[in-house]
């Protein structure tokens, strides 16, 4: 009786460290999540503290869009990327260097290609093969739709951002906006089209993966410029923006 007894005490003994050792796990780990959501809210006011260009607040390549697109500017897949590169370059040569025409262009490469394939075709009869299948190309009329339709969109954006600025609300966008089609009309007589959109081109395919490598150091220089910017900025409304008389802003529709 005394052996069951000692037995059963020691069951509840073992039952009871159990127990204990769980409540220990569970306020350690209760401490530990606590730990772990005070160094994420500190990492989260740090961060928020940090300068971004433009006020990024996602990955460069979030803001590119993700996927291939980004990956294709961000030089993730190196060949794909200088395929690309590469193939805008000749282009390029082709119609500003060798002064090459777009219509040129287009008749030679469909002259090559009926000859070939219609020489294929009738030499397949002298070697004993079957001519070759040329594939229906039928162009889906929801892509062309789906086309339309974007491109409706972004006008549409775009005719709404030209009302606003016109309506003379945002006096800084109107400046910004004047500012880059003078800069953008200075670079027209600088370079034609064709080179004018190379550059940009190039440019979309160098500027994002430098500034991923150097953002630190160039939102840090970019806080400084912006800082100079709203300080010359601010002088320059007290002594001549302040002074222009306004007459009373009224939203008009335009059709």
Not at 35 to 56: M, N, P, Q, T
Not at 102 to 119: D, G, K, P
Request: glycine share 4%; aromatic share 10%; with cysteine.
């Amino acid at each position: 009786m005394a052996d069951h007894a000692g037995e059963h005490e020691s069951v509840v003994e073992s039952v009871m460290e159990k127990i204990n050792d769980k409540l220990h796990d569970h306020d350690s780990s209760s401490s530990d999540s606590e730990d772990d959501k005070e160094k994420i809210s500190s990492v989260d006011a740090v961060k928020a503290k940090i300068y971004r260009l433009f006020g990024r607040e996602r990955p460069v390549h979030k803001v590119l869009g993700g996927g291939k697109p980004a990956d294709i500017f961000l030089w993730r897949d190196k060949k794909i990327t200088a395929g690309v590169l590469g193939f805008a370059t000749s282009l390029w040569v082709l119609f500003e260097l060798l002064q090459y025409h777009l219509l040129t262009l287009v008749c030679h490469i469909l002259i090559l290609a009926l000859a070939v394939l219609f020489l294929w075709s009738n030499a397949s009869t002298f070697i004993n093969k079957s001519p070759p299948q040329i594939p229906d190309v039928i162009l889906p009329e929801d892509i062309v739709l789906g086309v339309a339709a974007a491109l409706r969109i972004e006008i549409n954006k775009a005719l709404e951002i030209f009302r606003d600025i016109a309506s003379g609300k945002e006096l800084k966008k109107f400046l910004a906006v004047i500012a880059g089609l003078w800069v953008l009309s200075i670079l027209g007589n600088c370079w034609n089209f064709l080179t004018l959109f190379y550059i940009c081109f190039v440019l979309l395919h160098t500027v994002p993966v430098l500034y991923e490598k150097f953002e630190d150091q160039v939102d840090a220089f970019a806080e400084k410029a912006e800082a100079e910017i709203k300080k010359q900025y601010a002088v320059f409304n007290v002594k001549v923006l302040s002074k222009i008389p306004r007459g009373p802003l009224k939203d008009k529709k335009f059709l």
